[in-house]
């Protein structure tokens, strides 16, 4: 029945409402519930515990930019690591990379990655790309059983509760630095400027202390807290501000560009202040 309300209640005071048309699919899986529904505003959503994880009018930003940024920043990316991210958005833009040769996904819960090639397939597309191999298993421990392995790792995580804990403390980055090799590049989302500012701030500390250079990347996610939305890098050797432009391939983008690899790396003063 058109005109039912799906409300997230995004802070303890803020909730977003979105008119549905339908909903397409509802499960209760070993980790979390998982739900898709069909929104008069975004489309396709995919929920998880009752939270927008994706959605098929505004996922472009969010998974082109925890992607192309590292990625470009890499002089030769062939192997990448994707842990979450189990609606294969990451993983698409991951794989349309020229010098990507085996991508890995690695997603704790199968029922997200089930639901997404059934209901979300423009999403999900990228899970059958030959490029790429999915796993199902918890990414602390696949980067715990890895040394020297991945040239880019990509942590595609829901908000840290649950499962997803561990994926934002000192001791998985300590391993992530492990898992990667001598020029190793890590990205991860990490939440909203506005709401989450101990986590990022947090966060940038413990990179600044584990890699060689640590980067907060911005973009517009409409459907996340406030908009704007951060991904913390931390790289080995290269820096994202000082790619050659020419290097740069010509990719299939709708946010990403050249000129927004740069932009996005140009800190507003309230954001900058959260960088050690
Ligand atoms: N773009 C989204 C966002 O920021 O809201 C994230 C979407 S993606 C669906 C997040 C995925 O991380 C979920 O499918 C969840 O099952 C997975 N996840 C959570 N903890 C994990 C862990 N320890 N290992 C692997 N995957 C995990």
Redesign the pocket.
Known sequence: MKGLWFTELQTPSIKISCLTNKTLHWEKSK??EIAVIDTEAFGRM?L?DG????TVKDEFV??EM?SHVALNTHPNPEKVLV?????G??IREVAKHPKVKEAVL????EG?VEA?RKYLPEIAAGLDNPKVTVLI????K?VQEHENTYDVIIV????PI???V??FAADFYRQIHRALTDEGIFVA?TESPFFNRDLIKRIQKDLSEIFAINKLILANVPT?PGGLWTFSMGSKKHDPEKVDRDSIPELDTKYYSKDVHFSSLVLPPFVKELMP
Request: net charge negative.
């Open positions: 980790y979390q995919l998880l939270i927008i994880q994706t969010y998974h925890i842990i979450g991210g189990g609606d958005g990451t690695c997603e704790i819960d997200v997404s298993d918890d990414g602390i696949h595609d995580s829901t908000d649950g499962p997803a561990g994926l989302q996340y």
